[in-house]
């Protein structure tokens, strides 16, 4: 069974398999199906690595990540056939409980609003979120959080953005109170531009600012789509220029068409993405003059 890697896809899917009691394996990038298994690459951690699995079962129940194929039309269509099902469902079952009630102004959803006003856990208490809905009001569009809002109840969760909340793609986004903001809205920026689904990104070492900003990069691409792939290399040096070139040159040949890094080693990542017409995105500084074209 195959579906797309989408939050219905996925729960419907899921749902398949337990009553089954078949393993499942979510948001693939790649499939070879064989003798011994199936053979597959997965995204993981809202993009942040890719993971090698084989699945061996007797019912086969996958679903494939966003932009890992790429959509063309059948040389020879065919016709569809139409099986009508009836489910036998018990009454019990059509029973509702309203959790939550959200009141839309405008028409304007978290999804869909072209302006954001982000608060996170900094923002201090739930009344102290009246200034940021005046200014979403103000701008014409709403009010979303982190997941520390939401867990500390000042938010419902419908209000969540990134990877286990809502995706959003506003023209402008404004954060406040939350840890990586700049570095969150540059990730998210990056999400909306790639055209591959796959995004570079080069770090020195796994600490202090420059993992800050990594995983304030990650966290908002995965806000923006979850389905874009962040592929982090750290290459445990703040000055090897050269060891930064070639893991730009990896993720370049690995598809990716954005790159991003952080720490002075990165001039030599950024002849990389001018060499191969892949975008940069600069962190501390304005690095266009390294890669003007």
Not at 26 to 48: H, K, L
Not at 185 to 206: K, L
Request: some cysteine; overall charge negative; proline content about 4%.
């Amino acid at each position: 069974m195959l579906a797309c890697g989408t939050e219905r896809g996925n729960e419907v899917v899921a749902q398949v398999a337990a009553r089954l009691d078949q393993p499942f394996v979510a948001n693939c990038r790649s499939i070879e199906p064989g003798a011994d298994g199936w053979s597959m690459t997965r995204v993981q951690w809202g993009g942040s690595l890719l993971e090698d699995v084989t699945l061996a079962a007797d019912v086969h129940l996958v679903t494939v990540a966003h932009h890992a194929v790429e959509g063309a039309p059948a040389d020879v269509p065919a016709a569809g056939t139409v099986s009508p099902f009836a489910p036998d469902l018990d009454e019990a079952l059509a029973r509702t409980v309203v959790v939550d009630r959200v009141v839309l102004t405008r028409g304007i959803t978290l999804s869909t609003a072209p302006v954001v006003v982000g608060g996170g856990r900094g923002v201090g208490s739930a009344e102290a979120f009246a200034p940021l809905e005046e200014l979403a009001a103000e701008l014409g569009g709403v009010v979303g959080c982190s997941r520390a809002v939401t867990n500390n109840g000042w938010r419902p969760h419908s209000d969540q953005v990134g990877q286990t909340g809502t995706r959003i793609a506003p023209e402008i986004y404004i954060a406040s109170g939350i840890s990586g903001a700049i570095q969150h809205w540059v990730g998210a920026m990056a999400a909306s531009m790639t055209s591959t689904g796959i995004i570079g990104v080069i770090g020195p070492i796994a600490v202090g600012d420059a993992k800050l900003y990594v995983d304030g990069f990650v966290a908002g691409a995965a806000a923006q789509d979850p389905g874009v792939s962040v592929n982090v290399n750290y290459i445990q040096s703040f000055s090897d220029v050269a060891l930064a070139a070639e893991a730009a040159q990896a993720h370049v040949a690995n598809g990716a068409d954005i790159l991003t890094g952080t720490a002075q080693m990165v001039v030599g990542a950024t002849g990389v993405a001018a060499e191969h017409g892949a975008k940069w995105f600069g962190t501390q500084s304005n690095q266009t003059a390294l890669g003007e074209d």
